[in-house]
């Protein structure tokens, strides 16, 4: 055999294997861009499930702070009613007036009385975490307020999370993509490289490149 | 009359046409089934999510009642004491304002506040009101909303994409098994027969590797297709 023709055997097998090559590396990037595809779209579902928990526990933390907070409003203002009505009627007793003050006293008794059962009711007096520390003290609102919302924080830190991952994998699906089209022209180049003679080395040269560098990119890809 | 090889190429060219016909019809049927397993994975993801906001609805609803009934308690409960200390009180006009208040004030919001002011099994030992109590019995009333489990949509999901994932994997190498027989349709010469080995073998393997994922996955979902 004489060597222009053995040369031409060998550069045929080598374009034959470079075509593999080719067709193995877009095969797993399909795959990969499969991959990316899934994990983005099971992170995008699981930022809208955190999103609608997050939402459902805004609801529900509003309905238990507006209970909470009007029961303290109702015991703070029974409590200042029933001491302004004391002091009331201890002015009326110095000016002489003893049965208004009797009967202020006894108003005051039960402005008292709401206010103690209001106190006795209130998450804001029964739990340690918020009780005054000391007796006629204010109770730890901003306690209550950060300890109400965390479950709601700890929602939204997740969904965010979740947000993100999705933006990071629907990123690399794109990519894959892209990388996929570059492919594909290396194997139009594969293929002129088959069917010419005078330009062959340059085609075959082209894909080889072509090829190097989505396989440059999908490593960036699998990295970032 | 001509003898005919095994490997007439005459013959082989139709073999492997009928082959490669096989293979992309094979192809074909891998890409719609992984299709359809992607759009299984969709549906049961959005019937997760709509089960989420079906529960959410039905638990604030719960909340809702909830706190409403402790609200009418906690006024029941201060307008109790307050009627004591009238009561007790040596204003006889107090007096009879009590007397007025628990015939006609303190009923209405008893009523308002069931059953959570009124049944004894929500009152604590230290007088307050077991709402977490309140809130299991309120949800039990809703069983088809508490049987709502969107974790298991996400769950069944999941199980669809990871077969999904696998078939991608069948149909590449049934798309890789084409390109081998393609090779031995186009070679005449040397080669033409390990191309088409090649074609051949990765197509069985294809076939196998895709029958044991469906079976797995299959296996997996209790029989659900």
Redo the contacts between chains.
């Keep these: 055999m004489n060597e222009p023709a053995q040369n031409t055997d060998r550069f045929r097998v080598f374009v034959v294997a470079l075509t593999l090559l080719n067709t193995i590396f877009a095969a797993i990037l399909s795959g990969l861009q499969v991959d990316a595809n899934i994990r983005a779209d099971q992170a995008n579902r699981d930022s809208q499930y955190y999103a609608l928990l997050a939402s459902n526990e805004v609801i529900r933390f509003g309905h238990q702070s507006a209970y909470d907070l009007k029961l303290l409003a109702t015991t703070t203002r029974e409590a200042q009613q029933s001491l302004v009505m004391q002091l009331t009627a201890l002015e009326l007793e110095d000016d002489g007036e003893n049965e208004s003050a009797t009967a202020l006293v006894s108003q005051s008794e039960v402005a008292q009385a709401r206010s103690d059962t209001g106190s006795a009711l209130s998450v804001f007096y029964t739990d340690p975490r918020y009780a005054p520390s000391e007796p006629g003290g204010l109770p730890d609102s901003d306690a209550y307020l950060a300890d109400l919302s965390k479950a709601a924080n700890d929602f939204v830190a997740r969904q965010n999370a979740a947000s993100d991952e999705y933006h990071t994998w629907d990123n690399k699906a794109d990519s894959y993509i892209a990388v996929l089209s570059i492919l594909a022209i290396a194997f139009f180049l594969l293929g002129l490289a088959q069917s010419t003679v005078r330009m062959r080395f340059f085609f075959a040269a082209s894909a080889l490149v072509v090829m190097i560098l989505a396989a440059v990119w999908t490593g960036f890809i699998l990295l970032s | 009359m001509r003898e005919r090889k095994p490997l007439d190429p005459a013959r082989m060219d139709v073999v492997i046409a009928v082959l490669i016909a096989l293979v992309s019809l094979t192809t074909a049927l891998a890409a719609w089934r992984t299709n359809i397993v992607g759009s299984s ?2 549906q049961a ?1 959005r019937q ?2 709509i089960d ?2 079906k529960k ?1 609805a039905a ?2 609803q719960s ?2 009642r ?2 409403e009934e ?2 009418y ?2 006024t029941f ?6 009627a ?3 009561e ?4 006889e ?2 007096q009879a304002a009590a007397k007025n208040m628990r015939q006609y004030l303190l009923p209405s919001l008893q009523l308002l506040s069931e059953p959570l002011g009124t049944q004894e099994k929500y009152l604590r030992s ?4 077991d709402l977490e109590k309140r809130l299991a019995d309120l949800e039990a009333e809703d069983p088809d909303s508490l049987a709502i489990d ?1 974790a298991a949509s ?1 769950e069944l ?2 199980r669809y ?1 990871s077969e ?2 696998w078939l ?2 069948g149909t ?2 049934l ?2 098994s084409l ?1 081998w027989l393609g ?1 031995a349709e186009i070679l005449s010469e040397r080669g033409r027969a390990t191309n088409l080995a090649l074609g051949v073998g990765i197509f069985g393997a294809s076939l196998l590797f895709i029958l044991i994922v469906e079976i797995a996955a299959i296996w997996g979902r209790g029989g659900v297709l």
Excluded: H, K
Aim: proline residues 2%; hydrophobic residues 55%.
């Design positions: 994975a969709a993801n997760g999510l989420a906001v959410g638990q604030n909340w809702r909830l706190y402790a609200g308690t906690a409960a201060m307008e109790s004491a307050a004591d200390a009238m007790a009180s040596e204003d006009a107090l230290d007088g307050t009101y969107p996400f999901a999941d994409a999904q994932r991608t994997i590449v190498l798309a890789i390109f090779l």
